[in-house]
């Protein structure tokens, strides 16, 4: 934990992007860092622990992360925390709170109001449109023999 | 969102992933397609929404969507959700349900429950650690004169 909070310290220093770091271990071993990158690769899904995780799943060819565990300077925002359960690893550890997180101008918090909220009151409006016909994409998916669950 | 659901069929057919699409749109036009490729890429963060999201903003070459909706061919996971509110679109259309994913087999409904359940009382655990040592990093970053909020 130490050295993601000193990476996550060096990013905010060397303008990289926000003060957020990230370790996967394997066995005792760190098989893949991430520092957050969402400013300066112009993408807002750059946050440390799913540059991590994209790069621990590279590094072992394979979509899960069975049996590793993730260290991250401060608690996943959701975004981070919905990667983590679909990855699946043992466990996360986490250093920093969302409330650190916000006293510094992140909005974890916020987002994190707004999984409670009912979809017509978000502050980004969500739509249902055209359920029936959505069907459809899952009864190819029931049909396919061999597909891959994940 | 006849055409996301259309991409979805074709993707579950060919087996490059899940039954998912999405598109970005932006001034009435299709800036950005994706699909999910979780298992063909083994990256358990390529979900639909986050394939579109990150080629939208390479397209804009900005890390906000500001203006743009979202068609998603089923409602996002929590994981694409908080994708979603990082990316700041105008509003998303959604198809299918979680309840329609669950019965598909994915995992969407279980973790918006977990969102729910306190930290020690997750399938995956999260274990605070060093708190007071991260708080290092927050004042790295508010100590960086010209910082770039997102």
Not at 28 to 34: K, L, P
Not at 85 to 109: E, I, K, L, N, Q
Request: proline fraction near 6%.
């Amino acid at each position: 934990m130490a050295r993601a909070i000193e990476m996550a310290a060096e990013n905010a220093r060397t303008g990289c992007g926000g003060p957020f770091a990230a370790l996967v271990v394997k066995d005792g071993a760190v098989i893949a860092t991430g520092v957050n990158r969402v400013t300066s690769s112009n993408d807002p899904t750059a946050h440390a622990e799913i540059v991590a995780i994209r790069e621990a799943c590279r590094v072992l060819g394979h979509f899960q992360l069975t049996g590793c565990e993730i260290y991250a300077s401060c608690e996943p925002c959701p975004m981070c925390l919905g990667a983590i359960y679909w990855a699946r690893p043992a466990r996360v550890f986490f250093a920093g709170t969302r409330a650190d997180a916000a006293a510094a101008g992140f909005d974890d918090s916020l987002i994190y109001d707004e999984f409670q909220a009912p979809l017509a009151g978000r502050r980004i409006p969500m739509v249902p449109l055209m359920r029936q016909e959505a069907r459809r994409a899952f009864r190819e998916w029931q049909a396919r023999t061999g597909r891959m669950p994940y």
